[in-house]
């Protein structure tokens, strides 16, 4: 069911399943999921501009958002309309735009981006203090930040990819964003997320953190055969340890 995919020097090992359910397989970057990679935006995320700038209290909202379906769209919308201005310091400026999202020339909707970051990503000096507003939204209301944010939100630093063969059959990487998912050598955008040991510091793996993330990914069965193999594997010390900290 689980199939290792290395070479002989392997940079990171990848796991592939095949979905029961669908024409689809499955193909996880091991190497990531096991790692012990955690979000530290507001314990010293340096952001993603080519300086650090932890300060700014920005973490990865820099450019804002790409929504990226019909569904994600009508989601955003909707959670847009619980914020207040307690929530959401950008709230009346949004209002004066014509709303916090807009359509670029491809045809992409996209979170405005207002004096360097995404409208809806509170700064320091706002009285709910820095983070994102949807954020704030579901700790006032109980709810999970992951059913309120945009999808690519919720998701970061995992990146989910499809990609569909002439046969009609899937292939869908699970895998973390890295910087030339941002334009490559040419892009204004520094990922220090994943690359920096800084944030190499879970108490748990990523797989373990990131759950309800996975399992809203591939499902709940997938992501019993990803942890049932992990687990196996991280029991035996067989896990190829993350890049960022073989190079420390």
């Known amino acids: ?44 995320c340096p952001g ?5 700038a932890p300060e700014k209290e920005l973490g990865c909202c820099t450019h804002g958002a790409y929504i990226s379906d019909e569904e ?63 954020h704030h939204l579901a700790l006032s209301t109980g709810d999970k930040p992951m059913d309120l944010k945009p999808e690519i939100c919720w998701q970061a630093p995992i990146r989910r990819e499809d990609h569909e063969t002439v046969t009609g059959h899937i292939y869908t990487m699970v895998r973390e964003w890295e910087r030339r998912d941002w334009g490559g050598e040419e892009t204004d955008i520094w990922w220090w997320c994943t690359s920096d040991p800084l944030a190499h510091v879970g108490a748990a793996p990523v797989y373990e953190q990131m759950k309800a993330e996975l399992t809203a990914i591939c499902g709940p069965t997938v992501y019993g055969w990803l942890r049932s ?20």
Request: proline share 8%; net charge negative; with cysteine.
């Open 1 to 44: 069911m689980a199939k290792p995919l290395t070479g002989s020097n392997p940079d990171r090992e990848w796991l592939s399943f095949e979905d029961p359910s669908e024409h689809r397989t499955w193909l996880f970057d091991m190497t990531f999921l096991s790692s012990a990679w955690t979000c530290i935006y507001g314990a010293g």
């Open 48 to 52: 993603v501009e080519p300086e650090p």
């Open 72 to 134: 994600d769209l009508k989601h955003v919308r909707e959670q847009t309309e619980r914020l207040t201005p307690q929530l959401w310091q950008h709230k009346e400026h949004a209002e004066d735009l014509g709303g916090g999202l807009w359509q670029d020339d491809e045809g992409w909707w996209r979170t405005r981006v207002v004096d360097g970051a995404c409208i809806f990503q509170n700064r320091p000096d706002h009285p709910n203090g820095a983070g994102c507003a949807f």
């Open 229 to 248: 193999e992990l687990d196996r594997r991280k029991a035996d010390s067989a896990l190829l340890p993350h890049p960022t900290v073989r190079r420390t």
